[in-house]
């Protein structure tokens, strides 16, 4: 079974500030991962899959890196604002199999 | 708006009652998922649909069943509530079951069992 874990569970940083959430998954032999993003009570909200072939995918002020060999992910928040604030989800799918494996989430709080 | 549509968005159940989950997407999708939500937990699966006319356990199925209705529609049933079934359940959708695609999701369901 894939295990991802999210660290830490929880940031709070001033507006403007660039970051990085992290991301680790156990088994390397995936095929690809996501990130989610998700507000108190709502559902998730796709913002970027990465390919196993791929390294990193951006979008806007967010860029998001992936390194298999290492178990790990990042995603890089650029210049952050208060409406970034929510929690951040990864999953891993692996290449058997046809579900993704989630991590528990960084709940990202921006102080303005 | 395209997406991946549930109801109801609340519900609250007494033990032993059942219910149905509804789940349709309007994107063409093959693949369906239902998922649950607990605090500290993560998402974790419970039932998918690979294609239309399959579905296989996830994760977590004990106390649920499921039906692929056609392509657009995926069901969770609960056939007797349990308190250990509070949670928040998402359904979600991809255009394949492997390799290249990512899900949508739907809004969620939050249901409650006293």
């Known amino acids: 079974k894939q295990e991802v874990t999210q660290i830490p569970a929880a940031l709070s940083v001033p507006e403007g500030e660039n970051l990085v959430l992290n991301c680790s998954f156990t088994d390397s032999a995936i095929y690809n991962l996501q990130w989610f993003r998700q507000d108190p009570g709502k559902g998730l909200t796709s913002l970027l899959l990465?390919?196993?072939?791929?390294r990193e995918q951006t979008s806007g002020r967010l860029n998001a890196s992936l390194d298999k060999s290492s178990g790990r992910s990042t995603l890089y928040i650029a210049a952050s604002q208060p409406g970034d604030s929510a929690t951040y989800l990864c999953a891993a799918g692996r290449l058997t199999g046809n579900q993704f494996y989630f991590g528990t989430g960084t709940s990202l709080t921006v102080i303005p | 708006n395209a997406g991946v549509t549930q109801t109801p968005k609340f519900q609250v159940l007494k033990t032993g009652q059942s219910m149905t989950l509804q789940c349709a997407q309007d994107m063409n999708h093959n693949s369906m998922y239902w998922y649950r939500q607990d605090p500290g937990m993560g998402l974790r699966l419970i039932y998918y649909?690979?294609?239309?006319?399959?579905?296989d356990k996830g994760e977590v199925p004990n106390g649920y069943n499921v039906s692929r209705l056609n392509k657009r529609e995926f069901s969770l049933r609960l056939e007797s509530a349990a308190p250990s079934q509070t949670s928040v359940y998402f359904c979600?959708?991809?255009?394949?079951?492997?390799?290249?695609?990512?899900?949508?999701f739907g809004s969620g369901t939050r249901l409650t069992v006293v």
């Open positions: 990465i390919q196993s072939s791929q």
């Open positions: 979600a959708s991809s255009e394949g079951a492997r390799y290249l695609y990512g899900y949508t």
């Open positions: 649909s690979a294609s239309e006319g399959t579905t």
